[in-house]
Structures are given as C-alpha cells and as structure tokens.
C-alpha cells in the first residue's frame, strides 16, 4: 500500500469517526440531555483565543510540562517492537503531539493548501517545543473535506529526546520513525521538515478538446482512433511543474533539498451546459520531507545525479555531480 493509500485510508476512517460523533452529539442535543458547561466554553474560548496568538492554552502547555517531566504518562505512535532499538540508540519517547487547522478556501486553493498543512504543522511544533523535545518523528498527514469549501488538515507524531542534546528551541520535522532518524544523523542527513507543493487550476476548452474537435471532423472514424488528448496532457503537466516547483521554493526556504514521497494528482471534468462551456478541473500534490547534511560530516556514499528531461538539457554526469546543498 503506497503513502497515499495510507493517507487516504486514515481520511476515511477519521472521516466515519467523525460522522459518527456529530451524529450522537446531535442526537442528544435534539433530546436536550446534554449542553456545554461553562468549563468547556471556557476551554473554547482560550484555545481561540491561543490560535489567534499562535501559542498553546495555559491546560494545554501544563499538560506538556507534566508529560515531560514523568507525570503524566507518555504516548508514542512506535510499535512496541521498536521502542527497546530507540533507547539503544539513545532516542526517548516524550509523548504524542498533534497540531490540526480548519480552513476555508476562497480566491486559492492553491495557496490554501500550503497554509493549511504548514498551519497544522506548526502548531504541532508548539507542542513538541512545550515538551522539550529535539525532534518529531513519525509524523502522519491527513486531511478531511469540509461540507462546503474548506479542509480539515491534521498531523501527528511522536516528540522525541536525543541523549546529550539540549531541548531544541526548534524541534524539527520528520516523517521518519526515530530510529530511522537517527540512523540518518548518524550518516550525516538532518532531516529538517516538511515540504509542501500543490497546485490547482481550471482548463475550459472553448472550442473543445483535441479529441472532441477531432470527433467533430470525423465522428465515424474518430471511434476506432488511438490518439493523445494533448491538450489535456499539456495542462496537467503545467499543474504539476507549478506544484513541484513550489515544493523546490518550500525546501529552499528551508535550505534543504526534498525527498518527495508523496505525489497525487486527480483530474475531473464538469460537463457544459447552454450558458457555461465545459471545464477541467487539474489539481497535483506533492509532500516531501526537507534534508540537509551536515557541513562537518560529508556523505558517505556516493551521490548518483538524477537528470530531468522535461525540466533541463541533457547534461553530461560527471558535471551535474554535487551534493544536496
């Protein structure tokens, strides 16, 4: 099952929770058992009012504070199998963290989705900052369609200590499990954070498609043609060059380079009416986790370059031969 599929398969099974929820809080407000207490429209309120000051409510930074100090019992997304490796490798679980933002869509839904994932994920490092953590790791992406144009974006990962590093005034990102990323440290690639890139865009063929103006032309015999809509692939293609290119500008705001692990793209056709030409619908997304080496340990394998037709001239390897930064 690929990243996507996992992804997706989370959505729907949030999804169903969710649904299931409002059902039941529905149903009791409908039979008036139940309505909030002035404790919980308290809680609302500061977590408003935190959101809007990006910072965590005072309930939640205490409930760090006491996780972190042994009080509270910690949660990690680790199997079991897995926990005795990261303490060999010096890697101690704090405690689980989430960052989660709503957010709707109005001139970009491009732009949109690049808020709303660095939005959630920030607001996950805020919580991993609270625990003193080095590091999140293992973190898990999904993402819920609202009922009207908005999203839900939701991440979780497990805070981490490394032995012998102070509390991280920054923890960073990583999609890793923890000992992955340590092995990584250990070869000298930092895992730094999360890269995003998505792009969306409408194609309205006035005159139809390649294949449409062909079927025009000929209806008999464009029923036995093997043809490429070119068009259509020329649009998708520069949906997706523009969404990788922002992925390329998001790592290098990080001054890193990105490893893309997970790319989708879907297309969907709208049929035209008397007042409204038909239209396509292209959208492409690509998640990476950004990585740099560390400028005192080198790699200690060998670079192989990896050329691109489309985007570059042929150029011969041994020029094209550098590091990651």
Known sequence: MSIWDKIKQGIEDVALDARHAAENISQNASKGIRSQTPEEMQRYS????????RRL????????????????PWISTAKASELLLQRSHGVQPIGMVTGNCWYHFGYSWTQGHYDGWHTAVERMRLEALALGANAIVDVRMQVHRGE????????????????GLPPSAEPVVATVSALEFIRLLEDGVVPVGIAIGANFDWYSPWMGTV??????????????????ITDLSAFQGNVRRRALYDLREDGRRMAAAVLAHTSYTQMFHVAGDQDNPERFLCRHISIGTAVSYLPQNAPQHELIP???LVDHPLKSAATARKDLI
Do not use: C
């Open 211 to 228: 294949a449409a103006q062909a079927a025009q032309s000929a209806p008999f015999a464009a029923r036995y043609w093997n043809m490429e």
């Open 306 to 308: 990896m050329i691109s």
């Open 46 to 53: 500061e977590w408003e009012q935190a959101l809007r000051q």
């Open 148 to 163: 009207r144009e908005d999203m839900d974006y939701g991440v979780t990962g497990t805070a981490i200590r490394i032995r």
């Open 57 to 72: 409510p005072s309930f939640v930074q205490n409930r760090m504070f006491q996780t972190s100090q042994g009080r509270l």
